[in-house]
């Protein structure tokens, strides 16, 4: 017996991680702006859902508006929530000087390569569309490890720092996902494609739940550092460093 209705799910996990970002949010002063630059920079991808829908999964929701216009609320609350959690932590981890080095050796290697490896994920995502008729997720997860590799190829120093830092939000969003499918059992294998991926579970959940955690934490962040290095990792030896 379900003790949430299914249509309630999708709403209830988003929330979750929207109270989780709310709670950070609420208790870190200092990460304010960047968590909420983040999430609203991601809240659009949420407009992307139309893509996994039937393909990859088609939850239901409290006004079923994927059904209708392709994507719904849920799924802009849940990319809005993932953003601003895996900035808050990256911060939380590593304080508030968030420059992977201030080596002057390294800066001029790093500018080198700079756009680069901060376009790979988009540029990847660009040509699997294209190239490659694969389930949809599998775009999605190639596209976030090879610009998670990139990431961690141009700034090593931060490297073990990312990998680290995606383990909490991985734990978190699994512990989720084994929520989900206690509240309404058989959640997965009700709603996701099963037969149209691999098939792999972790404790009942598709194993491409965990990964897309990881790798979008990795990548998520990745991008963050090549935010903050275009603002004060080009300046001369001794400009102020990031708060």
Known sequence: MPVLPDQYVW???SSMLLLVWLLLFAFNPSHRRIMLVSSLIAM????TQPAFLQSYWTPPG???LAARFGFDIECLIFCFAIAGINVSLL???????ILPTTDPVRQPQINR?????LATPFVL??????VWQGNPIYWSLLAQTGGALACM???????AKLLLVSLPFTAMYMALCLLMDALAPGYFDRFWNISDISGITLLGVPIEEPLFAATFSVCANGI???VLWNRYGRKPQGAPSPA
Do not use: I
């Not at 190829?153 to 490297?159: K, P």
């Open 113 to 117: 390569w700079f756009w680069f490896t």
């Open 44 to 47: 659009p991808f949420g407009l």
């Open 11 to 13: 709403l209830f996990s």
């Open 62 to 64: 409290v006004l079923d």
């Open 153 to 159: 190829w141009c700034f090593r120093e931060a490297a």
């Open 91 to 97: 911060k939380l981890y590593w304080g508030q000087v």
């Open 125 to 130: 995502l660009g040509v699997l569309y294209f």
């Open 224 to 226: 963050y550092l090549h």
